[in-house]
């Protein structure tokens, strides 16, 4: 019975968080069978979530604000910002970069939420062109979006 | 052989009126920047993000050429165009509408020093050239080629002179405005470390690796 409650112990703190969206028009999900909560569209604009520790604990807008600094120091430039709050009232924002990659311009965005002790992350990106024609869809659906538990 | 003592005693005066500044050019110069209006030259940029960049560029040019302007450069991810000085605001707010603005300047600088200068400088050379012409009709052989190499470097002079003030006063008539659509070729990214840990894996390179 001791081996079988470890066994599930490790298990679900190997799964993490579950997390949840309601599918955005265009993208499918590409998970490559372990899991993960990732997305794509055909022409390749992708969308994966993730976890990393609140630490040191902060709230949301000290997130963004600390993100937006170092992302501009390092050369990105804004696009545009935008907070919500998702329909189960998880409190999100999204911080859209244009990066130059190569020979394009990139658009990459980070969605925030804060839930205690863990931030999760929603990235995504694309070359400019094909990110703006599904940045409104996706928008709508991280609006739908559950960081899970 | 009086011509010849003329010349020795006329050309050196001659070629030293010939020095930037000389007194007569120069109250010429202030009456008329006193009696014209300033001119001035403006220079704008502007980088702007769009999805369609080819229908922009369209777009673009055919609102530059209502306003009265052409372009001097056109490529895939920038168009350099020439328009008129009082339509360039307006152009630019037209234009900034199209897309998602990462950039944008507008310099104005005044021209109307310069102008005059040069224009004080190619009257007083074109005098001396027409004095130095003078000579030739009563000088002997070894006269007219020192005149005919004086009157070379004089020629060389006034061309200089001449282009660079058309280059000016086109400059005034005609404002620059540079459009870019080309965020990558103006920025990069470098590495800075943040001092909260997954700051610093924010990162399109490590997302697109780690997908």
Known sequence: ?149 | MRTFLLLFLLLPSALYAAEPAPLPAHATRTEESEHSARQTAMDATLMLKVAHPDQVRRQVLDLVKQAGGYPTYVADGRLDLRVPPQQVESLMTQVSQMGLILGRTLQRSDRTEVIADLQARLRTKRDIFQRLRSFLDDSNVAATLKVERSMTALVTDLERLRGELEVEEANVRNASLRVSFQFHQERRVDQVTSPFAWLNTLDVEQFLGAF
């Open chain 1, 1 to 149: 019975m001791r081996w079988l409650t470890l066994s599930l112990f490790f298990l679900v703190a190997a799964c993490g968080p579950t997390y949840r969206m309601e599918a955005p028009d265009g993208l499918v999900k590409y998970d490559k069978g372990h899991g993960k909560f990732a997305w794509t569209t055909a022409d390749g604009v992708r969308v994966k979530a993730r976890d990393v520790k609140n630490e040191p604990k902060a709230e949301l807008p000290f997130w963004t604000d600390a993100t937006q600094r170092h992302l501009t120091a390092r050369g990105y430039t804004k696009k545009a910002e935008r907070c919500f709050t998702t329909k189960l009232g998880a409190k999100g924002c999204t911080l859209e970069w244009l990066a130059p990659r190569g020979n394009e311009d990139w658009v990459y965005a980070v969605s925030i939420f804060v839930t205690d002790d863990r931030v999760t992350l929603v990235e995504a990106a694309g070359p400019f062109a094909r990110y703006v024609a599904i940045e409104a869809k996706l928008a709508k659906a991280l609006e739908t979006f559950e960081p899970g538990s």
